[in-house]
Antibody, heavy 115, light 112 residues
Framework: QVQLQQPGAELVKPGASVKMSCKAS????????MHWVKQTPGQGLEWIGA????????SYNQKFKGKATLTADKSSSTAYMQLSSLTSEDSAVYYC????????WGQGTTLTVSS | DVVMTQTPLSLPVSLGDQASISCRSS???????????LHWYLQKPGQSPKLLIY???NRFSGVPDRFSGSGSGTDFTLKISRVEAEDLGVYFC?????????FGAGTKLELK
């Protein structure tokens, strides 16, 4: 069965960077786009971007360009999202989700940016 | 960006009721390939969203047939024929016809 495993929580200081992971199993990792979605109580669900692990092609929401960088490691079937220059506005739950219809989601990583 | 407007934001129901949620988009969701990429999800407290319906009316694997989706162009509806306790939570619509994909604000289905 398809599974996307994400760490439950990250705590980082303002100004720092964080690299979140999403380990895929149960399907051919290189065959489907992996998307990343941000969820906050105020802004709801926002699409950050996507990566096609087969060739590394990426697509970003203009709003998150310069903030998020997506990569993928085919050898470990893991997608990564790095967020840089963190502020309190980046505190949120971040999900990875498979394919354009987001048919499977990870459990989400809760990012807290605090000193 | 395409704005997705869901109504109502809160929907109090009794178990066994029929429930209907509307989702309207600010632009047509018909893709140049003829497909309409409008999807519905359910998020329960403390969980990630789960896909229910994809491309307007297709039930995802394992989704009960009491869930149905319909609509076209800019106007879409999710119906639950007889609400069960496991159906309570927040429903989101989303479109992936246009980039970036966007989501509605959510409709909370709760008990009266």
């Amino acid at each position: 069965q398809v599974q996307l495993q994400q760490p439950g929580a990250e705590l980082v200081k303002p100004g720092a960077s964080v690299k979140m992971s999403c380990k895929a199993s149960g399907y051919t990792f290189t065959s489907y786009n992996m998307h990343w979605v941000k969820q906050t109580p105020g802004q709801g669900l926002e699409w950050i971007g996507a990566i096609y692990p087969g060739n590394g092609d990426t697509s970003y929401n203009q709003k998150f360009k310069g903030k998020a960088t997506l990569t993928a490691d085919k050898s470990s079937s893991t997608a990564y999202m790095q967020l840089s220059s963190l502020t309190s506005e980046d505190s949120a739950v971040y999900y990875c989700a498979r394919k354009g219809d987001f048919d499977y989601w990870g459990q989400g990583t809760t990012l807290t940016v605090s000193s | 960006d395409v704005v997705m407007t869901q109504t109502p934001l809160s929907l109090p129901v009794s178990l066994g009721d029929q429930a209907s949620i509307s989702c309207r988009s600010s632009q047509s969701l018909v893709h140049s390939n003829g497909n309409t990429y409008l999807h519905w999800y359910l998020q329960k407290p403390g969980q990630s969203p789960k896909l229910l319906i994809y491309k307007v009316s297709n039930r995802f694997s394992g989704v009960p047939d009491r869930f149905s989706g319909s609509g076209s162009g800019t106007d879409f509806t999710l119906k639950i024929s007889r609400v069960e306790a496991e159906d309570l939570g927040v429903y989101f619509c989303s479109q992936s016809t246009h980039v970036p994909p966007t989501f509605g604000a959510g409709t909370k289905l709760e008990l009266k």
